[in-house]
């Protein structure tokens, strides 16, 4: 006998992808004041030049990404496909500034923010909609949260440039 599969509601779906756009408020804050800053942060660790002003611009883009991302989800019917994709990302950024403390011996700003919230709601998100979805969609989720990882980490180490 097979066990049933209980999906997420359809409400507590909707309450639960608008936690990526306000936890990602509270991320940007730590890594704008937390410490040096992001900024100084990046540059003293990695080298890379990254002023405030183009940290901000780039994360204010990447916020009204995050927040259209729902929307557009919800609006077309697949909030639990995006919700594996940003609980991806969010758990690999966190995993990223742990992994960055640790190797360095020191605080980075958006640490606190990735322990306390990134990593668990990441965590949370990939086992609670894990059954939302048929395995090769989980798997593509997961995919496409690594790749859209790896794009912001390079455009980070290029000092917010596209191009």
């Known amino acids: 006998m097979e066990t049933p599969t209980r999906r997420p509601s359809e409400k507590f779906t909707n309450i639960w ?26 540059f003293r660790v990695r080298g890379v030049h990254l002023s405030p002003a183009r940290f901000l611009a780039a994360q204010s883009i990447g916020f009204f990404l995050v927040t259209l991302a729902v929307i557009i989800a919800r609006q077309l019917s697949f909030p639990q496909t995006m919700l594996l994709i940003l609980g991806t990302i969010v758990l690999i950024n966190g ?5 960055t403390s640790i190797t360095t011996h020191s605080y980075g700003p958006g640490l606190y923010s990735s322990i306390l919230l990134w990593l668990p709601l990441g965590i949370i998100t990939l086992l609670r909609f894990r059954c939302a979805v048929s395995t090769k969609r989980y798997l593509m989720c997961i995919g ?9 980490g390079l455009i980070t180490m290029r000092g917010g440039r596209l191009v």
């Open 95 to 99: 995993l990223t500034h742990s992994f």
């Open 17 to 42: 992808s608008w936690i990526f756009p306000l936890t990602y408020l509270i991320h940007i804050a730590e890594e704008y004041w937390g410490g040096e800053g992001y900024s100084a942060y990046i």
């Open 144 to 152: 496409i949260g690594v790749l859209v990882n790896v794009l912001i």
